[in-house]
């Protein structure tokens, strides 16, 4: 069974463009959360899709968006960019709703590593 | 809120020694999960090993045992007969498990290093 899959791996952009990363779920998986990972920041959460729906949002500000499509691939795109967003972005994909045991567990991709110049 | 700490930024082991990464947490919700993953230098996280609240025993995966102890909310990680494929980071993260949000929240991790 082939993991969670993000693209593009690595991204250079500079100030003010805008990005989208794509993130493909494990084959059965409808949940999809983003995460984003600074040095200074550590790992925090952005939003979570399930359904083509956005159910839970953290605490980041509008320029940073994202969507499901109904093949559950998810992509999240950030806007007006700043240095500051510069982070590695993981993707990651669960079963939903919520089982017992490990099936609470959520499925990592490879990451985007996003440099913003 | 749910938080997450661990106050070990850097722990040193030797290969074949065992060593326990600490991990408190605190949370409102009576039921929850704690997972421990392993990030490489790669990036990607690597899950190791659940908890449930109501989970009587502690969990056991391999050389990763979870040193669960609720009434101190803790949730310790025991990695034993350390490898030198061992060094990496390790994040302790909790989910809420009434409703049906998926959110982790993550501490800040411990770097690992296993030495010869």
């Known amino acids: 069974k082939a993991g969670v899959t993000q693209t593009p791996r690595y991204l250079i952009k500079t100030r003010g463009q805008q990005v989208t990363l794509s993130c493909s779920p494990i084959s059965g998986h409808r949940s999809v959360s983003w995460y984003q990972q600074t040095p200074g920041q550590g790992l925090q959460f952005l939003f979570e899709y399930f359904s083509e729906t956005q159910r839970n949002k953290g605490n980041f500000p509008g320029r940073f968006s994202g969507r499901q499509f109904s093949n559950s691939r998810s992509e999240m795109n950030v806007s007006t960019l700043e240095l500051g967003d510069s982070a590695l972005y993981l993707c990651a994909s669960s079963l939903d709703p919520p089982g017992t045991g490990a099936s609470n567990e959520q499925f990592f991709g490879p990451g985007t590593r996003l440099t913003v110049l | 809120a749910q938080k997450i700490t661990q106050t070990q930024p850097g722990m040193f082991v030797q290969e074949k020694e065992a060593v326990t990464l600490d991990c408190t947490y605190d949370t409102s919700d009576p039921s929850y999960g704690l997972f421990w993953y392993k990030q490489p230098s790669s990036g990607e996280m690597i899950f190791l090993i659940y908890?449930?609240?109501?989970?009587?025993q502690n969990a056991t995966e391999g050389r990763y045992s979870l040193n669960f102890q609720k009434a101190r909310k803790s949730a310790n990680l025991v990695i034993s007969a350390s490898q030198l494929g061992d060094s990496a980071m390790y994040f302790c993260a909790m989910r809420e498990l009434t409703g049906t949000a998926s959110k982790l929240t993550f501490g800040t991790g411990t770097r690992l290093q296993v030495t010869l």
């Open positions: 908890q449930g609240s109501y989970d009587q």
